[in-house]
């Protein structure tokens, strides 16, 4: 059965626990979250997944280069505590904050630590289609799942086409969650472009009602391909957003709600 994730980033801990009633009072369709690990929040991922609990299976995002490779896992106890046994590891920029530790540990070392010492806990890895080619991609997506992955997030996909090319790169037997996200300004649409280097279609647009419809496409995708599908409010209210897929039953495809007002709220 296709799950629906909502990313919510953990700000503080009384604004997660608001955008947690939120989604639960308004976005029946959403039965997971999963939450990112920013350096510049003091709440970490498996903290902000714990809040989530045990309404909402939850994912904490883990960066393999604050892994430190001689002391045991640091959030091993926690994972354990709330019912944590889903993560998603990912490489990890470097901190701004220079004096922060970090190690020289990539994302296939982490991968298959974590199904060493944590059998018990499946693990995602990361899928960019942005970073290099489809073939480079495809092999690095084979070494993570020998390294013990059982499926991908994707960075977030604007174009229906280019995530059809990669359903087909995937093998079979991987879970894949795939993402979008909100681009409502041109500021965040040059993001995306000269940071991250993703793909936009010709016809794209930075608007609220063009990104709701992309939502309900990528659902309707994953749905058809019995997988997961996660979502990323960024600068738009999450129920303004994502009100025109997640507020109806989950085994319903979605369709796109009549235009209405919405609230904008500030995310980065």
Known sequence: MTRVSVELVPRSRSALRAELQ???????????????DLTRFSTRSWH???????????????RAVDLNPREPLQMAAH????????????????PADMSARVYDVDAITAIRRFTQELPHVRVYAGLDPYRQSLAREQGYLERKLEAGAVGFFTQPFFDLRLMEAYADLIPLAAEVWW???????????????????????????????????????????ARERDQHAYFMPVRADTLAYLGACCSRCRDRTPATLPDRPFRPATHS
């Open 22 to 36: 939120a989604v639960a009072e308004h976005l029946p369709g959403i039965d997971t979250v999963n939450v990112p």
């Open 48 to 62: 902000g997944c714990a809040f989530a609990r045990p309404r909402y299976r939850a994912i904490p995002h883990i």
């Open 179 to 221: 993402g979008a996200t909100s681009v409502t300004e041109e500021g965040s649409l040059n993001y995306w472009r000269t940071r991250n280097h993703a793909v936009f279609p010709r016809r794209f647009q930075p608007t609220l009602e063009w990104n709701r419809h992309l939502a309900s496409q990528v659902l309707a995708f």
């Open 79 to 94: 994972l354990d505590e709330h019912g944590l046994d889903e993560v998603l590891i990912i490489s990890g920029d470097a």
